[in-house]
């Protein structure tokens, strides 16, 4: 199926203009731009796509932080449609002490349009440690920092309209960003674009800022998204087709485009809804304390396993000298640090078979509205008893109920087989349909002729054996009745 190259090459020839519009695709394609490694060359004022792809087109596929991203440039410059675009303002401002991994490029798309695109998570551990800070907080050092460049851009050109977007944690940036904007300034806003990107804690998504902009946030999500499912999104979500595995379709790459747009699917899987449940769940019963303490642990006993690291590669390549250092420093933890990895963990499997548990108990009673519907098996005796679908809710909490109870959901089992954990009491309420009775199969004209043949042979058989009854009936003697004991009995 076609992706983002097959895009550039089919309509990458065409400069932007009245009859071949901007379009979301376009919009997809500078998302993905501010992940080029503007850092190792030096630009100009007036840098653009093409002049920049000339410093970088002997740069090795490993200078680049993504996968894809040399195509994509090469692609870029090749064509009108992004060849002959500025882009200004690049930034990059990485702090390990703050825990900050921040960059953003604004690209100049015609002298009235501007695109504001930050960059997401690159391979570095500082860049994830980022991110899993958004799970517990908001206003964290990247976010602020994109507020701060974009003030500054919309200062800057005082008078161009504005698209704000980013892939992945640069989405999120940019919706937070185009929220804290001043009321002004977001109505010079035209679309905000969000690909792939974690959502805000409840309280982030009820500000007026966000509310202002929620019909121009566009947050853009493959069939089995992980990351985007994250937090809470205030505007609808676009589901659209990848060809990736689970967790690879956040690759932008691996989504499906048709001619100017993606192609788009109705839902999320069944995987993605049940890892947004379950992180939902560890999110509701662990504090943002206790996520910040378990994070800062496990991030120092990597980091500290080798100093030098900056990538998760960097700790692949070192694992025999990494791994004893790491498992060193995992032992010197004090009693509070073990306790709260225990907790967590704990409370993540607990989440993650809870969910299961419910989802099981869902799939075990039947999805259609059907009444009667009969409940097998009942008890010993084979009664059998009928519900209505109103019933189903209460059948999920006896459900759980009974697992609970019976301790077969507590952390020491969660090795074990998770539907043998649960199906023992869901089954106690499987749910069938009662099988209607067959229709029977349309006779053939012998088969009739037979049937016909043999119900005549039946009638004379009966009408010969009742004339004979008759005969012997009138030939008998008559008796007479015997009398009753208690002569009140009856009447004469």
Same mark, same amino acid.
């Given at each position: 199926?076609?992706?983002?190259?097959?895009?550039?090459?089919?309509?990458?020839?065409?400069?932007?203009?009245?009859?071949?519009?901007?379009?979301?695709?376009?919009?997809?394609?500078?998302?993905?731009?501010?992940?080029?490694?503007?850092?190792?060359?030096?630009?100009?004022?007036?840098?653009?796509?093409?002049?920049?792809?000339?410093?970088?087109?002997?740069?090795?596929?490993?200078?680049?932080?993504?996968?894809?991203?040399?195509?994509?440039?090469?692609?870029?410059?090749?064509?009108?449609?992004?060849?002959?675009?500025?882009?200004?303002?690049?930034?990059?401002?990485?702090?390990?002490?703050?825990?900050?991994?921040?960059?953003?490029?604004?690209?100049?798309?015609?002298?009235?349009?501007?695109?504001?695109?930050?960059?997401?998570?690159?391979?570095?551990?500082?860049?994830?440690?980022?991110?899993?800070?958004?799970?517990?907080?908001?206003?964290?050092?990247?976010?602020?920092?994109?507020?701060? !460049?974009?003030?500054?851009?919309?200062?800057?050109?005082?008078?161009?309209?504005?698209?704000?977007?980013?892939?992945?944690?640069?989405?999120?940036?940019?919706?937070?960003?185009?929220?804290?904007?001043?009321?002004?300034?977001?109505?010079?806003?035209?679309?905000?674009?969000?690909?792939?990107?974690?959502?805000?804690?409840?309280?982030?998504?009820?500000?007026?800022?966000?509310?202002?902009?929620?019909?121009?946030?566009?947050?853009?999500?493959?069939?089995?998204?992980?990351?985007?499912?994250?937090?809470?999104?205030?505007?609808?979500?676009?589901?659209?087709?990848?060809?990736?595995?689970?967790?690879?379709?956040?690759?932008?790459?691996?989504?499906?485009?048709?001619?100017?747009?993606?192609?788009?699917?109705?839902?999320?899987?069944?995987?993605?809804?049940?890892?947004?449940?379950?992180?939902?769940?560890?999110?509701?019963?662990?504090?943002?304390?206790?996520?910040?303490?378990?994070?800062?642990?496990?991030?120092?006993?990597?980091?500290?396993?080798?100093?030098?690291?900056?990538?998760?590669?960097?700790?692949?390549?070192?694992?025999?000298?990494?791994?004893?250092?790491?498992?060193?420093?995992?032992?010197?933890?004090?009693?509070?640090?073990?306790?709260?990895?225990?907790?967590?963990?704990?409370?993540?499997?607990?989440?993650?078979?809870?969910?299961?548990?419910?989802?099981?108990?869902?799939?075990?009673?039947?999805?259609?509205?059907?009444?009667?519907?009969?409940?097998?098996?009942?008890?010993?005796?084979?009664?059998?008893? !009928?519900?209505?679908?109103?019933?189903?809710?209460?059948?999920?909490?006896?459900?759980?109920?009974?697992?609970?109870?019976?301790?077969?959901?507590?952390?020491?089992?969660?090795?074990?087989?998770?539907?043998?954990?649960?199906?023992?009491?869901?089954?106690?309420?499987?749910?069938?349909?009662?099988?209607?009775?067959?229709?029977?199969?349309?006779?053939?004209?012998?088969?009739?002729?037979?049937?016909?043949?043999?119900?005549?042979?039946?009638?004379?058989?009966?009408?010969?054996?009742?004339?004979?009854?008759?005969?012997?009936?009138?030939?008998?003697?008559?008796?007479?009745?015997?009398?009753?004991?208690?002569?009140?009995?009856?009447?004469?």
């Amino acid at each position: 199926m076609a992706n983002l190259f097959d895009y550039l090459e089919w309509r990458g020839d065409i400069p932007i203009c009245k009859e071949v519009p901007f379009c979301e695709l376009d919009g997809m394609v500078l998302a993905r731009f501010a992940y080029l490694p503007f850092d190792k060359v030096t630009l100009r004022d007036d840098e653009t796509v093409g002049s920049f792809w000339t410093k970088i087109e002997d740069f090795a596929d490993s200078e680049y932080k993504l996968d894809g991203d040399r195509d994509l440039i090469k692609w870029m410059a090749a064509g009108a449609r992004f060849r002959d675009m500025v882009f200004t303002d690049y930034v990059q401002d990485i702090s390990k002490n703050d825990e900050r991994q921040f960059s953003a490029v604004t690209i100049h798309i015609d002298a009235d349009h501007l695109y504001i695109s930050f960059c997401g998570t690159d391979s570095t551990l500082l860049g994830w440690k980022e991110d899993f800070n958004m799970s517990f907080m908001y206003n964290v050092s990247g976010q602020v920092a994109a507020v701060d !460049y974009a003030k500054m851009i919309t200062e800057k050109y005082p008078t161009q309209k504005l698209r704000i977007g980013g892939h992945s944690k640069g989405g999120n940036l940019a919706v937070y960003s185009a929220t804290l904007l001043p009321p002004e300034t977001q109505q010079r806003i035209e679309k905000v674009c969000n690909y792939d990107g974690p959502g805000f804690p409840e309280e982030f998504i009820q500000k007026p800022g966000y509310n202002a902009i929620i019909d121009k946030i566009h947050t853009y999500i493959p069939q089995d998204s992980v990351f985007g499912r994250l937090l809470e999104h205030g505007e609808s979500l676009e589901v659209v087709k990848s060809t990736g595995n689970t967790i690879y379709q956040h690759n932008t790459y691996t989504w499906e485009v048709m001619a100017d747009h993606l192609i788009r699917l109705e839902a999320p899987t069944d995987a993605s809804n049940f890892n947004r449940q379950s992180l939902r769940r560890v999110l509701e019963i662990t504090t943002p304390e206790e996520r910040m303490l378990f994070l800062d642990t496990v991030y120092d006993a990597v980091t500290s396993s080798n100093e030098s690291a900056r990538t998760f590669s960097d700790i692949k390549n070192s694992l025999l000298t990494s791994l004893p250092k790491f498992v060193y420093t995992m032992g010197t933890l004090t009693e509070t640090q073990r306790k709260n990895i225990y907790t967590i963990l704990t409370d993540f499997a607990k989440a993650y078979w809870e969910v299961f548990a419910e989802n099981t108990a869902s799939r075990l009673l039947p999805l259609g509205n059907v009444s009667p519907i009969q409940v097998n098996p009942v008890d010993e005796s084979g009664t059998v008893e !009928y519900m209505d679908r109103k019933d189903k809710d209460s059948i999920k909490e006896q459900i759980l109920k009974e697992a609970q109870e019976a301790d077969e959901l507590k952390a020491e089992t969660w090795t074990s087989n998770p539907i043998q954990m649960v199906a023992p009491y869901a089954k106690r309420y499987l749910v069938t349909k009662k099988d209607p009775e067959p229709a029977p199969e349309p006779e053939s004209k012998k088969q009739k002729k037979k049937a016909k043949k043999k119900a005549k042979k039946q009638a004379r058989k009966e009408t010969k054996k009742a004339k004979k009854q008759e005969k012997k009936s009138k030939n008998q003697a008559p008796t007479r009745p015997t009398p009753k004991s208690n002569e009140h009995d009856y009447e004469i």
